[in-house]
């Protein structure tokens, strides 16, 4: 399968030079599409700066910081229009083990969505306190049992999907961020039938760079957590909640109508209107529907 690895990055300039290095080598067959939001520390500059730039590592430079779930919306619309079969979201940090991306990427060959657990057999974390562990099992316990959830990780953020998955979902049309962006994919997919299956890997922490994570993010995942279950609970659809949110920038956007060309430069001016989400797909079910 034609496929793309998706970096989301701010202030990774300690990190992207060797997360480059690192997919390129352990999946040669494999392109990369960094997208930075405009970071102070230069990290743009050592992309296009890699031996690879402009063959199979790209940059989609934004010039402002809006978050993991945007970054992520605007990396998977660069997919999409550029006929990716499948379309990989990884960190820069290296806590997603390159070495796995070839496992990853295969178990799409029988399921819609590949998740790299820690929490399924063979997975694991490395480096974490005792704490972080307790309130990241703990985390995960509370969205699968509260969305009946089917995948140990709902928190990942190692996860593949086929092309056909992330149009299915409507990935491109969420507005959760952080934490909520990751379970809220895996909610959608699991809610329409789609294939979930999770492959082990070892998540190790960052030792370059500083931590994204806030509480904040973690409140907010809970709260929408909470908001979904309602969801289900008054039957609505999961994909016709809440409207697109589009960011229009001259004559591009965030769903993909972007000009031609491997760099792309983003901006999100204020004042764009939203327009309401288009009725949802018709699911693709391999598993009886909930």
């Not at 760079?209 to 904040?216: D, E, I, L, N």
């Amino acid at each position: 399968m034609k496929t793309l690895v998706i970096i989301p990055t701010f202030d990774e300039a300690g990190n992207i030079t060797a997360i480059l290095d690192a997919v390129l080598r352990e999946a040669p067959l494999v392109d990369v599409l960094v997208v930075d939001d405009d970071s102070p520390d230069g990290t743009a500059h050592l992309v296009a700066a890699h031996p690879a730039f402009g063959k199979r590592a790209f940059l989609l430079n934004r010039h402002c910081k809006e978050g993991l779930g945007a970054a992520y919306r605007a990396g998977f619309a660069w997919a999409l229009r550029r006929d990716y079969d499948a379309i990989v979201e990884m960190d820069a940090d290296f806590s997603h083990p390159p070495e796995r991306l070839p496992a990853l990427i295969a178990a799409l060959d029988s399921a819609d969505v590949a998740v790299g657990s820690r929490y399924t057999s063979g997975g694991g974390v490395r480096d974490w306190p005792l704490l972080r562990r307790v309130v990241s099992r703990a985390g995960n316990a509370y969205v699968r049992l509260v969305l009946d959830l089917p995948v140990h990780d709902a928190t990942a953020g190692f996860k593949a999907f086929r092309r056909e998955a992330l149009q299915d979902i409507r990935a491109v049309d969420s507005h959760s961020e952080g934490h909520c962006f990751q379970i809220e994919s895996t909610w959608r997919a699991d809610r329409l039938g789609l294939k979930l299956v999770e492959v082990p890997i070892i998540f190790t922490d960052r030792t370059e760079g500083q931590s994204k994570m806030s509480g904040a993010i973690v409140r907010g995942a809970m709260l929408g957590v909470l908001g979904w279950r309602w969801v289900q609970l008054t039957g609505r659809s999961p994909i016709a909640t809440g409207v697109v949110r589009q960011r229009r920038t001259g004559n591009h956007d965030l769903l993909g109508r972007a000009p031609a060309g491997w760099l792309v430069s983003e901006a999100s001016p204020a004042g764009s209107a939203p327009e309401q989400a288009p009725p949802p797909p018709e699911p693709r079910s391999r598993r009886p529907q909930p």
